[in-house]
């Protein structure tokens, strides 16, 4: 281990100009423009691969964007480790608000900035310049290794779950690693042991056939833009509890034992609302912002739209209003079990001068991963070898519904060591990704590697 960490070391620079070089295929998976960089984005990294020694790589087809697979075998007594991680980016808008091109890298203050820096190239990368790190300093993998790294999972993994159902022989593994998450602050390291599930909705109510004037229909006519924005203000009560009937039905309860590890955390809560740029704090009734934030579920409206929104005044009765909904789940809730109740609600409360119409766009499950698990402590080892000090388990409020496929499709655990931060920006504006925790995430992946062996040895 000692002559890869030394190989990770005096490559520093060269890791991060190779990374550079990635982040500069603009790899927007949703948008149907960027099909052929979204291509390339796999190939760059399927040559890299291949180029630092790794036994198999293929650029697998989806039916959608492609995995890059990867294999490197040493042996029938070493365990198998499978990487997983996502090359594809958010796209970049609203454009005017980067203070540089975002397909452009640059480096600043120690951060390199670009989309797609921290979530997930910079990451999935750290776990490719750890295999090159041992393989190209002539030192053995302590495991055996298998790759997956997709490029759909920023617009929903539509074909991930039927790629890992159809491939269970070739993805068979002992444990996953991911880092597509964050520290829970900088220096101070972590492991996340859950992540929160998604189900995505879209709803519209049309009163009138067609616009009217308001002077001439208002007063006769319920405006379906009134009737969206009462529906969705009783979405929550006073106690900004969410009032779907059966909501909180399956809800896993923080026990005891989680609730005094989220105090002994170092939190900082006016940093936190400083970065969030909010005067004040909103959860549920008897949660703190941080519980609310990860180990609660939520419902968001995410856009709404309807009537007039140009310029100057339109005396205008809309004849529709739309608004995107999501709400982050937490074990044991399940996505279709809330869109399910969700349209319950909808449906139960349209007023009936309104027709109603309820998209389900998409969804995934939450996940749990028990903390004692060899893995999670061959990580917390790792972690420990970087930082000089233990982690924390915490808890993480987005979503990768693939830790829960994982689970039910191939029965493995995953072990979640990101090394994001909240303030890295990502799907937003200037997106940046510290250099310090690039070269540690690298050199967390390298002791992993070496752990993971010698705790199933
Ligand atoms: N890397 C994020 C998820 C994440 C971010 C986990 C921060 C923990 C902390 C991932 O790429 C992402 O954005 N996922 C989506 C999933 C959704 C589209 C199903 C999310 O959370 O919105
Ligand atoms: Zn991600």
Redesign the pocket.
């Known amino acids: 281990m000692n002559d890869a960490l030394a190989y990770a070391q005096s490559h520093a620079d060269t890791f991060v100009d190779q990374l550079s070089d990635w982040l500069r295929i603009p790899s927007i998976s949703t948008d149907p423009e960027y099909n052929a960089d979204t291509r390339r984005a796999a190939d760059w990294l399927a040559d890299d691969l291949r180029r630092i020694g790794v036994q198999k790589v293929e650029v697998m087809e989806t039916g959608g964007h492609p995995i890059v697979y990867a294999e490197h075998y040493i042996g029938d007594d070493k365990p198998t480790v499978l990487v997983y991680g996502?090359y594809d980016v958010q796209p970049p808008d609203p454009l005017d608000l980067w203070h540089s091109p975002p397909f452009e890298p640059v480096i600043k203050d120690g951060d390199i900035i670009a989309r797609g820096s921290a979530?997930?190239k910079g990451q999935a990368f750290m776990h490719v310049k750890s295999v090159e790190a041992y393989l190209q300093s002539g030192t053995d993998l302590p495991v055996n290794l298998k790759m997956m790294i997709e490029g759909e999972?920023?617009s929903?993994s539509v074909h991930l779950a039927p790629f890992i159902e159809n491939n269970k022989d070739l993805l068979a593994a002992d444990v996953v690693l991911v880092s597509?998450?964050?520290l829970f602050a900088p220096g101070v390291p972590s492991i996340?042991y859950g992540?929160r599930g998604?189900a995505y909705v879209e709803v519209e109510l049309t009163g009138p056939s067609k616009d009217l004037h308001s002077g001439v229909y208002g007063g006769g006519v319920e405006n379906p833009i009134n009737a969206l924005a009462r529906m969705i203000a009783d979405l929550h009560d006073e106690n900004h509890h969410i009032t779907v009937e059966g909501f909180y039905d399956n809800v896993r309860d923080l026990t005891d034992e989680e609730r005094e590890a989220y105090k002994a955390l170092p939190f900082d809560l006016e940093a936190w609302m400083e970065e969030a740029g909010v005067k004040a704090t909103k959860s549920e009734a008897g949660y703190t912002a941080l519980e609310g934030t990860s180990g609660r579920p939520t419902l968001d409206v995410n856009g709404i739209w309807g009537g007039y929104t140009g310029k100057g005044a339109k005396t205008v009765l809309p004849s529709k209003a739309t608004a995107k909904i999501s709400c982050r789940l937490v074990p044991d809730q399940g996505p279709e079990e809330i869109t399910a109740k969700l349209r319950r609600h909808f449906e139960q409360h349209v007023p009936d001068t309104m027709t109603l119409d309820f998209r389900d766009l998409?969804g995934?499950h939450g996940a749990i991963v028990d903390t004692s698990a060899p893995a999670m402590q061959a990580a917390a080892d790792a972690l420990e070898g970087v930082f000089g000090q233990r982690p924390h388990f915490t808890r993480?409020?987005?979503?990768?519904?693939v830790v829960a496929d994982f689970k039910k499709i191939l029965g493995l655990d995953t072990v979640l060591m990101?090394f994001?931060l909240d303030s890295d920006s990502?799907?937003s504006p200037n997106e940046r990704f510290g250099l310090d925790r690039f070269h540690q995430g690298i050199e967390a992946s390298i002791r992993f590697l070496d752990a993971y062996a010698k705790q199933e040895a």
């Open positions: 996502h979530d997930d999972e920023e929903g597509d998450t964050s996340a992540l998604l998409h995934g993480e409020g987005g979503s990768i519904p990101g994001g990502i799907h």
